[in-house]
T-cell receptor, first 111, second 117 residues
């Protein structure tokens, strides 16, 4: 069965610093991969997605992610974090017609 | 605004009550989903509907009863819930459920925060 793992439960980063969130998937074939963000009290918003082709994908809000088959990873990055990026981030994959989500990583941004 | 609207946003109900959650999507999508989000746990897929037909019931207790009268509306009927059912219930929709055409990204509503007392 497909599973998605987010090793980091909580990350604290200074405003203006870079951010990288880890995501690992376990599945034989190339999955469809997504990153979602959830602000407090809100639903999930899609940041970016990977289906095929270029392994570096650009998303909204200045985020990007890189698919690395050799490492079974799809890490999310942002070069310079803003205070408004404080939220919970979910990695997800879709292989057999349903999304499987990781447990999420909470990002705290300090001034 | 994602095009997926959930009502109510907050709901407090007793264990003997019957209530319903409503989800409506204005995106012309064919697939709709219910997810449960509990604190410190991954999102749990509950139900999947595609073209109004239920395609997935992820071992959800019968006190949760979904209904999909058309592709734009999805309900979750609740009765005799337990306190551990308190959670954020998220509705989502996607163009289709099959990954072949790539249109499987899900659009989420803002959720209903349910508290069972």
């Amino acid at each position: 069965a497909q599973s998605v793992t987010q090793p980091d439960i909580h990350i604290t980063v200074s405003e203006g610093a870079s951010l990288e969130l880890r995501c690992n998937y376990s599945y034989g074939a190339t999955p469809y991969l997504f990153w979602y963000v959830q602000s407090p009290g809100q639903g999930l918003q899609l940041l970016l997605k990977y289906f095929s082709g270029d392994t570096l994908v650009q998303g909204i809000k200045g985020f990007e992610a890189e698919f690395k088959r050799s490492q079974s990873s799809f890490n999310l990055r942002k070069p310079s974090v803003h205070w408004s990026d404080a939220a919970e981030y979910f990695c997800a994959s879709n292989n057999d017609y349903k999304l499987s989500f990781g447990a999420g990583t909470t990002v705290t941004v300090r001034a | 605004e994602t095009g997926v609207t959930q009502t109510p946003r907050h709901l407090v109900m007793g264990m003997t009550n019957k209530k319903s959650l409503k989800c409506e999507q204005h995106l012309g999508h064919n697939a709709m989903y219910w997810y449960k989000q509990s604190a410190k746990k991954p999102l749990e897929l509950m139900f999947v509907y595609n073209f109004k037909e239920q395609t997935e019931n992820n071992s959800v207790p019968s006190r949760f009863s979904p209904e999909c009268p058309n592709s734009s509306h999805l309900f979750l009927h609740l009765h005799t819930l337990q306190p551990e059912d308190s959670a954020l219930y998220l509705c989502a929709s996607s163009q289709d459920i099959y990954r072949g055409d790539g249109n499987t990204e899900a659009f989420f509503g803002q959720g209903t925060r349910l508290t069972v007392v």
